[in-house]
T-cell receptor, first 115, second 111 residues
Framework: KAGVTQTPRYLIKTRGQQVTLSCSPI?????VSWYQQTPGQGLQFLFE???????NKGNFPGRFSGRQFSNSRSEMNVSTLELGDSALYLC??????????????FGPGTRLTVL | TQLLEQSPQFLSIQEGENLTVYCNSS?????LQWYRQEPGEGPVLLVT?????EVKKLKRLTFQFGDARKDSSLHITAAQPGDTGLYLC???????????FGAGTTVTVRA
């Protein structure tokens, strides 16, 4: 079974630009979660999508948005990029079950650098 | 301030030694998970603990969940260079977040 794939793997943008990152979950998984990883803050939850609906949202500004398509693939968008948005963006997919049995499988991440 | 505090932040030991990583919080979690992340890759789930006081063993790794479900520890016996990586604990069920992560412990095992 193929794992979670994220594209692109590396991205360089300048301040003020916007960026779209893509995540393809494991086949059969209906939940996709996004996380931001930085050396200072660690891994922080951005949002979770399940069946094309945002189910949970972390404490990030409205510049961060996402969506999920009918095939469970997900995209996240960051508008008006700031230097502090430089990070590894990780996507994780799961079946979408409630509780501890819903194991998340992470992709390799997209490394975003904002200049 | 991290919801989950991990200690130590860095750990460097010789092959064959034992190590323990701690994960503490003032909040109660419905479950707690441990991940290992290697450079250039996403975190990989090692174990999920659900019941207070639960102990799980995975070969040379022993995981413990505190009785009050607020803290956990990871103990590695006879560490090997392949155990090198960033160890992350994550709690489920806080503020509706899918997972809340600790800052991680970077473990280096020298051959």
């Amino acid at each position: 079974k193929a794992g979670v794939t994220q594209t692109p793997r590396y991205l360089i943008k300048t301040r003020g630009q916007q960026v779209t990152l893509s995540c393809s979950p494991i086949s059969g998984h209906r939940s996709v979660s996004w996380y931001q990883q930085t050396p200072g803050q660690g891994l922080q939850f951005l949002f979770e999508y399940f069946s094309e609906t945002q189910r949970n949202k972390g404490n990030f500004p409205g510049r961060f948005s996402g969506r999920q398509f009918s095939n469970s693939r997900s995209e996240m968008n960051v508008s008006t990029l700031e230097l502090g948005d430089s990070a590894l963006y990780l996507c994780a997919s799961s079946l979408g079950l409630a509780g501890a049995s819903d194991t998340q499988y992470f992709g390799p991440g997209t490394r975003l650098t904002v200049l | 301030t991290q919801l989950l505090e991990q200690s130590p932040q860095f750990l460097s030991i010789q092959e064959g030694e034992n190590l323990t990583v701690y994960c503490n919080s003032s909040s109660v979690f419905s479950s707690l998970q441990w991940y290992r992340q290697e450079p250039g890759e996403g975190p990989v789930l090692l174990v999920t603990v659900v019941t207070g006081g639960e102990v799980k063993k995975l070969k040379r790794l022993t995981f413990q969940f505190g009785d009050a479900r607020k803290d956990s520890s990871l103990h590695i016996t006879a560490a090997q260079p392949g155990d090198t990586g960033l160890y992350l604990c994550a709690g489920e069920g806080h503020r509706g977040y899918k997972l809340s992560f600790g800052a991680g412990t970077t473990v280096t095992v020298r051959a």
